[in-house]
């Protein structure tokens, strides 16, 4: 194994993709994320290993049958084993199978890589199940079973199918996912271009990368009844393709789709969903969730934080059958049995920058049945539909369709909806008190389209909201009105009154590197939205502390943000 570790400061990385060149020769060396999230896990210890010394497919599966800590001895340059039909692990022992940053698996476009097997008894005792942990290594090519059936499940995962033991986790570090597909993405729920994980505990990915991988919902990773808790990795360029009309799972989730955490049959997954430090680039789905789609029910306490990310350039292709929504994230909670109140959603130091959705909520979608909270995030040139397209573009930046949404030092600029909500469009549950509540956010060139007609002009409808909503206090907006186009006030107010905006211009710079980890709008000195803020967060969008009274918006001028030393994960051999 050869593992090198290297030490740098804190900065974004919204240029950096994750081991995501195909043109990079067989002995460069790609870098890992740094670790801006810490992860509930961490990488497996090797103890008294089984080491392979045979590298082909038959040394790999005399290891798996045997179980416990597996590793290779391939010699000191990179190592591809090609494979004509799935590895499969243990049912009943612990794995963990580390290719230390040398080894690729290689499934040529014809197999599976990995399959995790039912663990006996687990259907009756749900604490049942073994776990199987991959770590350093790659695994690209592979190619999940055509379906035999309508919704098979033995159609899903490309190159790691596990599932249906309630007990059992599926942890992965340090590991690169490439070109692995399913090859019926037309089969209603098909899913899981690289992963696809089902009934079980939980699924922990961290410090790894998925790139080009495709299935008809999650082109990364699909799952059903799992906590998913995903930390300091990259999904760039996969994709969510299954465009056929009818059914409900389809085209969903770009990069990753969850339906679930937990089921009558697994009902103590572990009840996360999490995705932090992470980056989404390019990633495409058809119906919704360019990046993401997560479908939870709000019954039973399941909390989903979006923290510490860059989603950027994730976009809904074609022409969506129905929804098309949710240029990056597309989250619902699907039911109303109890838990109304509860906290479930947090979207915090998080960028969304030029996504798309083909309808609705150019950077996110949002309806959750209780309480959620938007802070120190920043959402610039973001689009809901097309401009002369005449289509029902709604929420550029965001659309909440239901909830107690509070949105907190956020910084909403240059975003675009045909029709209404520039930046943000909210459902209109006022009367049942499901209000959006904004404070010490900042509003700045968000625009609709003037040519629109269908149903009506969008001139009334709200270039940067498409109704006043609740005034938490201290917002700004620019421009006030938007002369010759939207010379009006009649729906165009971020809150009501208008005597509690604060309308100047922010002075905002481009979106950049500042510092943290994720790329901000800084405020230029002499910003007015500087010392204007209050009941803001206690840092900033980069987790630099205030100065003084606080800024409007994501970016706290003068701010220092902490030269806190960030270890990068193990890089890769390829």
Not at 4 to 21: E, R, Y
Not at 356 to 365: I, M, P, S, T, V
Not at 479 to 506: C, G, H, M, Q, Y
Not at 542 to 562: K, L, M, Q, S
Request: charged share 15%; with cysteine; hydrophobic share 35%.
């Amino acid at each position: 194994m050869r593992f090198i570790c290297t030490l740098v400061l804190v900065g974004a990385l919204l240029g950096q993709l994750m081991l995501a060149q195909e043109s990079a020769s067989a002995d460069t060396l790609l870098t890992a994320r740094p670790a801006f999230c810490a992860a509930p896990v961490q990488p497996v210890t090797l103890v008294k290993p089984t080491i392979i010394g045979d590298c082909t497919q038959a040394g790999v599966q005399r290891a798996l049958d045997q179980g416990g800590h597996i590793t290779f001895d391939c010699g000191a340059a990179p190592m591809t084993i090609a494979l004509s039909s799935p590895l499969i692990a243990s049912a009943t022992v612990d794995t963990v199978l580390d290719g230390g940053g040398l080894v690729t698996l290689d499934g040529q476009g014809q197999t599976r890589i990995l399959e995790k097997p039912f663990t006996p008894g687990s259907d009756v005792d749900k604490t049942k199940g073994n776990d199987l942990t991959i770590q350093n290594m790659r695994l690209v090519r592979g190619r999940a079973p055509a379906a035999t059936k309508t919704r098979d499940a033995n159609a899903r995962g490309g190159a790691i199918w596990i599932g249906a033991s309630p007990g059992t986790r599926l942890h992965v570090f340090n590991t690169t996912f490439e070109g692995n597909r399913t090859t019926s993405i037309t089969d209603e729920d098909n899913q899981g271009g690289a992963i696809f994980a089902a009934n079980i505990y939980e699924t922990v990915i961290v410090g790894s990368s998925f790139n080009d991988n495709e299935a008809g919902s999650g082109g990364a990773f699909g799952g059903i009844a799992t906590g998913l808790l995903v930390y300091n990795s990259a999904f760039t360029n996969n994709r969510a393709a299954d465009a056929t009309a009818g059914g409900i799972v389809r085209g969903h989730g770009g990069a990753l789709h969850l339906d679930g955490v937990s089921n009558s049959f697994n009902p103590d997954a572990r009840n996360t969903v999490e995705v932090c430090g992470s980056l989404f680039d390019s990633n495409t789905a058809v119906r919704g969730g360019g990046a993401i789609k997560v479908t939870i029910s709000d019954n039973l306490g399941t909390r989903a934080i979006y923290e510490r990310s860059t989603f950027r350039n994730n976009r809904l292709v074609g022409v969506p059958p129905t929804e098309g929504h949710g240029g990056a994230i597309y989250h619902i909670e699907d039911d109303f049995a109890g838990g109304t109140d509860e906290d479930n959603l947090l979207i915090s130091a998080s960028t969304f920058v030029d996504n798309y959705a083909y309808r609705q909520g150019g950077g996110a979608w949002i309806l959750v049945r209780g309480k959620g909270r938007v802070e120190r995030s920043t959402f610039v040139g973001n689009r809901a539909s097309e401009a002369n397209s005449n289509r029902v573009g709604q929420g550029g930046g965001m659309i909440v369709s239901m909830g107690v949404i509070e949105v907190v030092n956020a910084t909403f600029a240059q975003n675009f909806a045909t029709f209404q909500g520039g930046a943000i469009f909210a459902g209109g549950d006022s009367d049942l008190g499901r209000v959006v509540t904004l404070r010490s956010s900042l509003f700045a060139h968000n625009r609709l389209d003037p040519s629109h007609t269908n149903p009506v002009t969008s001139a009334y409808q709200g270039y940067h909201t498409n109704r006043p909503l609740v005034n938490g206090g201290n917002n700004l907006q620019y421009p006030r009105t938007k002369a010759p186009d939207f010379d009006n006030e009649v729906n165009n107010l971020i809150t009501s009154p208008a005597s509690a905006i604060l309308f100047a211009d922010p002075l905002l710079e481009a979106l950049a590197d500042n510092g943290g980890p994720t790329p901000t709008m800084a405020l230029a000195e002499g910003s007015p939205a500087i010392d204007a803020g209050s009941g803001c967060t206690s840092t900033d969008q980069r987790d630099a502390p205030r100065v003084g009274t606080c800024d409007i918006g994501a970016y706290e001028f003068g701010a220092v943000v902490a030269s806190v030393q960030q270890i990068y994960l193990p890089q890769i051999r390829r």
